[in-house]
């Protein structure tokens, strides 16, 4: 890769990092707003009672952000329809979450914390920080699978980054039942609402309309751009 293509995949990863932050910083606050006032379902199951509460989890739950971060970057300098499908799928999951925040608004009963350790010093400040609605389907599961997904089956990522990518998809869907900031229907719903807009954005007129917005943001911020990539005619 030239100094110039990875100058320019550079620029991508910045428009689309930027994208994804103003997206969380919209989804969860208005989910929250409009959500106001409407009855709240808990839907916890059986299953959840039997969830050991871990606060050390939180480490996970929190440490997370470092490796999406990672990947969104590798994604971001894959070829460029690729790195539109992952993007694409990153918004479009966010954009069906918040229907759900609004439409199925749902609450959880958390835990009362006592001791002062470490963990739970974490733990109560995520709690302090995050409200428990905006629960089904959980946005943490949404984004550690679909970073699975974007390494899953490409034969030139190593395979220890590939297996890397799994287990933490994996340990971060379990870390929102053991810190009690998720029920199970969360987890399935948030992995199955991956699955699906991964799926629906390999067309090529949805991963194209990621690709045209990822150009018009790079001409506007970066305006010495001599021209659109290949992702947005699909």
């Keep these: 890769m030239s100094a110039g293509e990875r100058a320019e995949k550079d620029r991508y990863f910045a428009v689309s990092l930027l994208l994804m932050l103003l997206t969380n910083r919209i989804i969860f606050p208005l989910g929250h707003f409009l959500a106001r006032g409407l009855p709240h379902r808990d839907l916890s199951l059986p299953f959840d009672a039997r969830v050991p509460f871990l606060p050390w989890t939180v480490a996970v739950y929190i440490g997370v952000f470092v490796w999406w971060l990672y990947v969104y970057r590798l994604a971001s300098h894959r070829e460029r329809r690729e790195a539109d499908r992952f993007f694409c799928a990153l918004l479009l999951g966010k954009a069906v979450s918040l229907l759900f925040f609004v439409l199925l608004p749902t609450t959880i009963e958390r835990p009362a914390l006592s001791g002062n350790s470490l963990w739970v010093f974490f733990v109560r400040l995520l709690y302090r920080s995050d409200t428990p609605d905006n629960l089904f389907p959980s946005v943490h599961c949404l984004l550690g699978w679909l970073c699975w997904l974007v390494l899953r089956g490409k034969r030139d990522v190593p395979f220890a980054l590939r297996a890397t990518g ?48 990822a150009d018009a943001l790079l001409r506007l911020v970066f305006r010495g751009r001599k021209k659109p990539g290949p992702g947005a005619d699909g």
């Design 166 to 213: 799994f287990l933490l998809a994996a340990a971060v869907c379990a870390s929102t039942l053991t810190v009690r900031q998720h029920v199970l229907a969360d987890v399935i719903g948030g992995i199955v609402l991956a699955e699906i807009c991964w799926t629906l954005c390999a067309l090529p007129a949805l991963r194209g309309l990621y690709g045209r917005l």
